[in-house]
């Protein structure tokens, strides 16, 4: 079946240390991207990628990293900088094509700061 | 700056009780309004996409429907597993013409 994973599903972190959430798609979508949702508020772009190899900050990128090395993964790090992590992290991912465009969506990683 | 605004924040319904959502948008040149639906701790699930004035689209008990500056979401004869947090997204050509622009959701309960 085709679609987007994202692991862990729920991560604890210690104030200090970088995490990395994992993200993978098999939908063969050229574009990914990286979302934070916190309770009330709407989705909030991270990063985003069109090709391998690029990616471009997005509304809120300070404190976090990624890289797009291949086609199928989209990890984002979550680094010490970032000074309130706690949220819920959504990976989407979508082609490119003028016609389509439409963003599926992962199940989301829980991170919580402890 | 492009803005979504859903209303209500939050919605209680008697099963069979039909009733609608909206989302108003200001955004320059729309390329797309976006539905989607989001269970607790779960990624949002993909409705429907509406790109110009008068279009509307179905699925089951649900109808998009689209306005120059808002869209609405009519749900019929609701069941409780319509119960979810529905958001909406805008596309607009500022900035790229990949990004979406969501508003905060609204919260529907449909009670048996």
């Known amino acids: 079946d085709g679609g987007i994973t994202q692991s862990p599903k729920y991560l604890f972190r210690k104030e200090g240390q970088n995490v990395t959430l994992s993200c993978e798609q098999n939908l063969n979508h050229d574009a990914m991207y990286w979302y934070r949702q916190d309770p009330g508020q709407g989705l909030r772009l991270i990063y985003y990628?069109?090709?391998?190899?690029?990616?471009q900050k997005g509304d809120i990128a300070e404190g976090y990293s990624v890289s797009r090395e291949k086609k199928e993964s989209f990890p984002l790090t979550v680094t010490s900088a970032q000074k309130n992590p706690t949220a819920f992290y959504l990976c989407a991912s979508s082609t490119t094509r003028l016609a389509g465009g439409t963003q599926y969506f992962g199940p989301g990683t829980r991170l919580t700061v402890l | 700056e492009d803005q979504v605004t859903q209303s209500p924040e939050a919605l209680r319904l008697q099963e069979g009780e039909s009733s609608s959502l909206n989302c108003s948008y200001t955004v320059s040149g729309l390329r797309g309004l976006f539905w989607y639906r989001q269970d607790p701790g779960k990624g949002p699930e993909f409705l429907f996409t509406l790109y110009s004035a008068g279009e509307e689209k179905e699925k089951e008990r649900l109808k998009a429907t689209l306005t120059k500056k808002e869209s609405f979401l009519h749900i019929t004869a609701p069941k409780p597993e319509d119960s979810a947090t529905y958001l909406c997204a805008v596309r607009a050509p500022s900035g790229s013409a990949r990004q979406l622009t969501f508003g905060s959701g609204t919260q529907l309960t449909v009670l048996p």
């Open positions: 990628s069109q090709i391998v190899n690029d990616f």
